[in-house]
């Protein structure tokens, strides 16, 4: 199974701020990396998927990048709303595999 | 608009079987391959296994394969997840994905206890 290593798992921030979530795959996923929100008590929400294509209705304040093992979600301005869980998923082998997840909270 | 309605959990002892459904609308259901996801108590989340448009093909968590089938009716627009065996493990919510639009039902928890 293709391990996914997320980081942070928690993080600290303010409304305003720049923030970046990483994760790492134990193996090359060709880019096969989705990013979701979750809010306490919802299902997930795709923010992005295959690296860097926004989901239709997502602000542009979200992005993704990276290739091979290594990819980035980034909220280029963070606002009250952005302050939740934020999970990683590799797509590219199976079983598909999840990271652990990010904890965004208020600082 | 695509709906995913999840059905069927509670509370079940240990040993016992159990069988969820989530019922798709906004979509032609037989035109996609569907998921199940389930997240622990801790928020782990783990992805259970997917199922061909047409029910002919599914792939599994090679840890759940043995005790857990994926199956649809097309018909119903109707996705399942058939539990048996159940272990204390198995705790967790339970989703249906409509993965490759990035959609989720809002999940059915399922706790093993005796």
């Known amino acids: 199974d293709i391990q996914m290593t997320q980081s942070p798992s928690f993080l600290s921030a303010s409304v305003g701020d720049r923030v970046t979530i990483n994760c790492k795959a134990s193996q090359n996923i060709n880019k096969y990396l989705n990013w979701y929100q979750q809010k306490l008590g919802e299902a997930p929400k795709r923010l992005i998927y295959?690296?860097?294509n926004l989901q239709t209705g997502i602000p542009s304040r979200f992005s993704g990048s990276g290739s091979g093992t290594d990819y980035t979600l980034t909220i280029s301005s963070l606002q009250p709303e952005d302050f939740a869980t934020y999970f990683c998923l590799q797509h590219n082998s199976f079983p598909w595999t999840f990271g652990g997840g990010t904890k965004l909270e208020l600082k | 608009e695509v709906q995913l309605v999840e059905s069927g959990g509670g509370l079940v002892q240990p040993g016992a079987s159990l069988k969820l459904s989530c019922v798709a609308s906004g979509f032609t259901f037989s035109d996609y391959w569907m998921s199940w996801v389930r997240q622990t108590p801790g928020k782990t989340m783990e992805w259970i296994g997917d199922i061909k448009y047409d029910g002919s093909y599914t792939n599994y968590a090679p840890s759940l394969k043995n005790r857990f089938t994926i199956s649809r009716d097309n018909a119903k627009s109707t996705l399942y997840l058939q539990m048996s065996n159940v272990r204390s493990e198995d705790t967790a919510t339970y989703y249906c994905?409509?993965?490759?639009?990035?959609?989720w039902g809002q999940g059915v928890m399922v706790t093993v206890s005796s």
């Open positions: 295959n690296t860097n």
């Open positions: 994905t409509f993965f490759v639009r990035g959609y």
